[in-house]
């Protein structure tokens, strides 16, 4: 079983849907999670960081923490075309990451105008 | 936030030659810097730990004499594929903390092809 399992789509949705995106993990002591965009041959981009359980929000991305379930959500809103990309959950037992960042496979998405 | 440039962006490269990839920390300086490679359709894979002024940390199964990492000043680390071969093909990519909080920034990633 890998640590973090995650669905990788492809997920296609039509322009304005609300998206959800999910990861489920085996390892309790995970204490802080993100989502990281990743576009076609680029680099991950940070979109949301958040410590324990409980919600985060900033613009149309809202982040949820289930640590009793072990299950991460990313929520996008009003999604664009331009979200369009590959999205991964990432989680580590320590604030600094140390290089143990895990990653999960990463949910490709695709949004149709 | 913090910037981490990476360069080349592609290259393509004969068997058997060396190529060299740099990561920079443009507006912060970075003690430790990593290097992940991923496969298309698939997750990102820690190689290394570089370090600043002393031997990079390689992960388990990663050979050390063909991924020579150097870290040679706060803002600079370089990951050399040495010898390379097709199947050293694929996406690399460096990353280092920053900002307060050490989120970690990752470079925009090297395509290598070896032909």
């Known amino acids: 079983q890998k640590e973090v399992e995650q669905d990788p789509g492809p997920l296609s949705v039509p322009e304005g849907a609300i998206v959800s995106l999910n990861c489920t993990y085996s390892?309790?002591?995970?204490?802080?999670f993100m989502w990281y965009r990743q576009y076609s041959r680029k680099g991950p981009e940070l979109l949301m960081y958040?410590?324990?359980?409980g919600n985060k929000e900033d613009g149309r991305f809202t982040a949820q923490v289930d640590k009793s379930s072990k299950y991460i959500s990313l929520f996008i809103r009003d999604s664009q075309p331009s979200d369009s990309a590959t999205y991964l959950c990432?989680?580590?037992?320590?604030?600094?990451?140390?290089?143990?960042?895990?990653f999960g496979q990463g949910t490709e998405l695709s949004v149709k105008p | 936030g913090a910037v981490v440039s990476q360069h080349p962006s592609w290259v393509i490269c004969k068997s058997g030659t060396s190529v060299k990839i740099e990561c920079r920390s443009l507006?912060?300086?970075?003690?430790?810097m990593f290097w992940y490679r991923q496969f298309p359709k698939q997750s990102l894979m820690l190689m290394a730990t570089?370090?600043?002024?002393?031997?990079?940390?390689?992960e388990q199964g990663v050979e050390k004499d063909k991924f020579l990492i150097n870290h040679a000043s706060l803002t600079l680390s370089t990951l050399t594929v040495t010898s390379a071969h097709p199947e050293d093909s694929s996406f690399y990519i460096c990353?280092?903390?920053?900002?307060?909080?050490?989120?970690?920034?990752f470079g925009s990633g090297t395509q290598l092809s070896v032909l």
């Open positions: 390892n309790s002591a995970f204490q802080y």
């Open positions: 958040t410590y324990s359980s």
């Open positions: 990432a989680m580590s037992e320590v604030r600094n990451q140390g290089g143990k960042l895990i």
């Open positions: 570089s370090n600043e002024g002393s031997k990079a940390t390689y």
């Open positions: 990353s280092a903390p920053g900002g307060r909080d050490e989120k970690l920034f």
């Open positions: 507006d912060f300086q970075a003690t430790t």
